[in-house]
């Protein structure tokens, strides 16, 4: 039986409970809106084949979402996940807290911890949902908002149940919550929450945490904890989970068509006890009914990214027991149209942010006394990654140990010029503004790659120097270098063969032969240190030992390192020459 069949059968009709003997507790909730609280549009459509539908914008969704509320005793805002680490300017350059700021304002009651939330760490985090002016080695945080007040973190909690500890296994936030709805008559009845964080955050590019935190699998905290929660007399229990799933293509947001994903696993997981399951992670749009382990159908939803979609889920329990009747549950996936009026208060919250952002963009950060460009010389080597690689080596410093340094290739997306700015004054030239480095302007590694530190044998950075020279399967050689913090020296030989054109005993460090067998700390941005996202073919750096985050990422140090040593010069070249 499909997905869609089953949930053609929930209607009132198909059970014999009476509504009046049930209590509405009306679930809405959002996932990965990546601080898309502004202006933004896409299409999407109901189902397969029907017309597309406009939707987008923060303003647009906070009146749906007051909209959906109104006259509901018994309802619940969340998310789950991914809130922000948000690719709009406008929130990324003040460190997300613009998107905490709106989540406050449109009522949010709770969120589930995605990746995202963990791009800059645990410290971070707790800034975000504490307001500690704490999480950043810089102290470039705690802005002023839009009411005029200094940021004072989320007025909701984020939770997981399988993010813990290393050795220990305690959880790193709490693991599960209850809210209690109105029964009448006075009475209250819980519904528990439980939360978990995709296992696979430690593998994302940006949320790499190499230690301290582990990510388990989803299905054992889910079902440890709602045992926990039938103990305590909660019959309703939701799965809040930032994890994703999707269905075929073409399908639409209220489709069941075919799904499939790691959450389609997990609901053959995680105990009939659990009564609906909200995802995220994937920004699929679907909408389904699957039967649990005993064979009882119950909501799997995810619902897109970006504030596209909003889902609404209607459990009614029973008012005497508070067990959810599932025969009763109704699940719907609502558009976020731009039909209807944007509310003025977020209107204006967003127009304070735009405001902000030009200022900010506008701020000069740096002088430079000539252009820093990706520009190879015949040698290999270009000014702006070798002042990459020796800014990553100063910002690794900063936190923690690290010997030498390395900028991957490709990695850079524009120069960084003494020209004046377009746009500028005339007498600009040589001032660097923040736009032109902001993460995301400079780096193509998007919204900021973290910065980790590992250990690795003197014959590894040989290895990996060594990989340079890059041969394919037509035996064709391409040459695709490496910059080095200006502390490495080396010769290579052309004339020799690939994997044998660096002599290991001319390789210097800090003026000093590299040691094949000592152990260095090398540090880089965090997808060249395993496989899933490494740069192609540099495979050295796979095995390196006792990986930690520096609390820097990549956009970070650039900037900071510029502003340090403003004003900034190209470095000398010579870090690595052709042999005589």
């Given at each position: 039986?499909?997905?869609?069949?089953?949930?053609?059968?929930?209607?009132?009709?198909?059970?014999?409970?009476?509504?009046?003997?049930?209590?509405?507790?009306?679930?809405?909730?959002?996932?990965?809106?990546?601080?898309?609280?502004?202006?933004?549009?896409?299409?999407?459509?109901?189902?397969?084949?029907?017309?597309?539908?406009?939707?987008?914008?923060?303003?647009?969704?906070?009146?749906?979402?007051?909209?959906?509320?109104?006259?509901?005793?018994?309802?619940?805002?969340?998310?789950?996940?991914?809130?922000?680490?948000?690719?709009?300017?406008?929130?990324?350059?003040?460190?997300?807290?613009?998107?905490?700021?709106?989540?406050?304002?449109?009522?949010?009651?709770?969120?589930?911890?995605?990746?995202?939330?963990?791009?800059?760490?645990?410290?971070?985090?707790?800034?975000?949902?504490?307001?500690?002016?704490?999480?950043?080695?810089?102290?470039?945080?705690?802005?002023?908002?839009?009411?005029?007040?200094?940021?004072?973190?989320?007025?909701?909690?984020?939770?997981?149940?399988?993010?813990?500890?290393?050795?220990?296994?305690?959880?790193?936030?709490?693991?599960?919550?209850?809210?209690?709805?109105?029964?009448?008559?006075?009475?209250?009845?819980?519904?528990?929450?439980?939360?978990?964080?995709?296992?696979?955050?430690?593998?994302?590019?940006?949320?790499?945490?190499?230690?301290?935190?582990?990510?388990?699998?989803?299905?054992?905290?889910?079902?440890?904890?709602?045992?926990?929660?039938?103990?305590?007399?909660?019959?309703?229990?939701?799965?809040?989970?930032?994890?994703?799933?999707?269905?075929?293509?073409?399908?639409?947001?209220?489709?069941?068509?075919?799904?499939?994903?790691?959450?389609?696993?997990?609901?053959?997981?995680?105990?009939?006890?659990?009564?609906?399951?909200?995802?995220?992670?994937?920004?699929?749009?679907?909408?389904?009914?699957?039967?649990?382990?005993?064979?009882?159908?119950?909501?799997?939803?995810?619902?897109?990214?970006?504030?596209?979609?909003?889902?609404?889920?209607?459990?009614?329990?029973?008012?005497?027991?508070?067990?959810?009747?599932?025969?009763?549950?109704?699940?719907?996936?609502?558009?976020?149209?731009?039909?209807?009026?944007?509310?003025?208060?977020?209107?204006?919250?967003?127009?304070?942010?735009?405001?902000?952002?030009?200022?900010?963009?506008?701020?000069?950060?740096?002088?430079?006394?000539?252009?820093?460009?990706?520009?190879?010389?015949?040698?290999?080597?270009s000014s702006l990654y070798n002042l990459t690689a020796d800014a990553f080596l100063w910002a690794a410093r900063r936190d923690g140990r690290a010997d030498l340094a390395v900028a991957m290739p490709d990695i850079l997306r524009r120069d960084v010029t003494h020209a004046a700015a377009a746009g500028s004054p005339?007498?600009?030239?040589?001032?660097?503004?923040?736009?032109?480095?902001?993460?995301g302007t400079v780096y193509d590694s998007g919204i900021g790659v973290g910065l980790v530190r590992g250990s690795v044998k003197g014959r590894q950075v040989d290895e990996l120097i060594e990989s340079q020279w890059q041969r394919a399967a037509d035996g064709s050689v391409t040459f695709r270098p490496l910059a080095?913090?200006?502390?490495?020296?080396?010769?290579?030989?052309?004339?020799?063969?690939?994997?044998?054109?660096?002599?290991?005993?001319?390789?210097?460090?800090?003026?000093?032969?590299?040691?094949?067998?000592?152990?260095?700390?090398?540090?880089?941005?965090?997808?060249?240190?395993?496989?899933?996202?490494?740069?192609?073919?540099?495979?050295?750096?796979?095995?390196?030992?006792?990986?930690?985050?520096?609390?820097?990422?990549?956009?970070?140090?650039?900037?900071?390192?510029?502003?340090?040593?403003?004003?900034?010069?190209?470095?000398?070249?010579?870090?690595?020459?052709?042999?005589?």
């Amino acid at each position: 039986m499909s997905a869609a069949v089953l949930l053609g059968t929930l209607t009132p009709a198909a059970t014999a409970e009476p509504l009046a003997s049930t209590v509405p507790v009306q679930l809405l909730s959002i996932t990965d809106l990546h601080g898309y609280f502004g202006e933004y549009t896409a299409t999407v459509r109901p189902t397969a084949g029907a017309p597309a539908e406009t939707v987008g914008g923060g303003a647009y969704l906070a009146t749906h979402l007051d909209r959906l509320r109104e006259g509901e005793r018994n309802s619940i805002l969340f998310s789950a996940g991914d809130d922000f680490s948000g690719w709009p300017d406008e929130t990324e350059w003040f460190w997300n807290e613009p998107t905490v700021e709106y989540l406050n304002r449109i009522g949010l009651d709770f969120s589930t911890v995605g990746n995202h939330e963990m791009d800059r760490g645990i410290e971070f985090l707790r800034h975000m949902m504490d307001g500690t002016c704490e999480g950043r080695p810089d102290d470039d945080l705690c802005f002023t908002d839009s009411t005029g007040r200094r940021f004072r973190g989320a007025d909701y909690e984020y939770y997981s149940a399988n993010m813990v500890r290393e050795h220990t296994a305690s959880p790193v936030v709490r693991p599960y919550h209850v809210e209690y709805v109105d029964a009448g008559g006075g009475r209250k009845l819980p519904v528990g929450f439980v939360h978990t964080t995709t296992s696979l955050t430690s593998s994302e590019q940006m949320s790499y945490t190499p230690r301290g935190i582990e990510y388990l699998p989803e299905a054992g905290p889910i079902n440890a904890y709602a045992k926990i929660l039938r103990r305590q007399g909660v019959s309703a229990i939701v799965a809040v989970v930032h994890e994703g799933f999707s269905q075929r293509g073409g399908a639409g947001y209220n489709d069941c068509d075919s799904p499939s994903g790691p959450v389609v696993e997990l609901n053959e997981q995680i105990d009939p006890a659990v009564d609906a399951i909200v995802t995220g992670h994937w920004h699929a749009q679907v909408n389904c009914m699957l039967p649990d382990p005993a064979g009882n159908p119950r909501p799997v939803v995810e619902a897109g990214d970006a504030g596209k979609l909003i889902n609404e889920i209607e459990l009614r329990l029973d008012a005497r027991t508070g067990e959810v009747v599932r025969e009763l549950t109704r699940s719907v996936n609502h558009p976020n149209t731009r039909d209807v009026p944007p509310d003025p208060e977020i209107l204006g919250m967003t127009a304070y942010w735009k405001e902000r952002l030009a200022e900010r963009a506008n701020t000069p950060v740096a002088t430079v006394t000539e252009d820093l460009t990706r520009t190879r010389d015949a040698a290999g080597e270009s000014s702006l990654y070798n002042l990459t690689a020796d800014a990553f080596l100063w910002a690794a410093r900063r936190d923690g140990r690290a010997d030498l340094a390395v900028a991957m290739p490709d990695i850079l997306r524009r120069d960084v010029t003494h020209a004046a700015a377009a746009g500028s004054p005339a007498d600009a030239d040589g001032r660097v503004l923040f736009s032109e480095l902001a993460v995301g302007t400079v780096y193509d590694s998007g919204i900021g790659v973290g910065l980790v530190r590992g250990s690795v044998k003197g014959r590894q950075v040989d290895e990996l120097i060594e990989s340079q020279w890059q041969r394919a399967a037509d035996g064709s050689v391409t040459f695709r270098p490496l910059a080095f913090s200006g502390n490495v020296r080396y010769t290579y030989d052309l004339a020799k063969p690939v994997g044998s054109r660096v002599d290991p005993g001319d390789v210097r460090l800090d003026g000093r032969p590299l040691r094949p067998n000592a152990d260095y700390r090398i540090a880089t941005l965090a997808n060249n240190f395993f496989a899933k996202n490494a740069t192609p073919s540099f495979t050295a750096l796979f095995t390196a030992r006792n990986q930690d985050r520096s609390s820097f990422n990549g956009g970070d140090a650039l900037w900071r390192y510029l502003e340090a040593r403003s004003p900034v010069s190209a470095p000398e070249p010579g870090r690595m020459a052709p042999a005589s």
